[in-house]
């Protein structure tokens, strides 16, 4: 059950993200076994959210204001029977709101997250840290150490460009020293 962070960093003079779109290789699922609570539509608009749905933390920053936004990240159900929840940030701070969402899905044998209706506005760069153990809302099904993963993101700029990349998965393996008797 790994902890995953992802980190944005726009090149200066890209245009405003108006759609992202991540998707995780095939061995990394959805641990259903550790979704316990998730916040309801009714609970989130109220900012009644059980502590118990905070899945990480986001950040955001932006040229626009002195500090960044930033919030806790969420697991939001859909109200739809069956359907995987919505991974959501509920970014904050001096007075703007922003709820950044993302729809997860199952994409050829991995989970993907789309972020739509991004707001347009300039971003210096967005950080997303999801939780890792018993809280995690990712497993893997192979180790990552002995099969490094790749993952893709693809931003749409508000004015319809697009870019993909692949991104290698960057995992944390420390050796463990043999003890000396």
Do not use: W
């Amino acid at each position: 059950f790994p902890a995953l962070t992802a980190k944005v960093k726009p090149l200066a003079g890209d245009a405003n993200i108006g759609t992202a779109v991540v998707t995780l290789p095939p061995r990394l699922f959805l641990a259903e076994e550790n979704l316990g609570t998730l916040c309801t539509r009714v609970q989130f608009n109220a900012h009644q959210c059980p502590s118990d749905s905070v899945y990480g933390h986001a950040s955001a920053t932006t040229p626009l204001l002195e500090e960044p936004l930033a919030g806790p990240v969420y697991l939001r159900s859909t109200g739809e029977e069956g359907g995987l929840p919505n991974l959501v940030a509920a970014l904050s701070g001096r007075g703007i709101e922003v709820e950044v969402v993302g729809r997860i899905d199952s994409y050829k044998g991995g989970l993907r997250a789309t972020f739509e209706n991004l707001p347009d506005a300039p971003l210096s760069g967005f950080t997303m840290s999801l939780l890792g153990g018993n809280h995690s809302p990712i497993t893997n099904a192979t180790d990552t150490c002995q099969h490094p993963q790749t993952g893709t993101a693809k931003f749409v700029g508000q004015e319809n460009t697009a870019h993909k990349v692949s991104v290698p998965i960057q995992v944390n393996c420390k050796k463990h020293k043999k003890k000396k008797h």
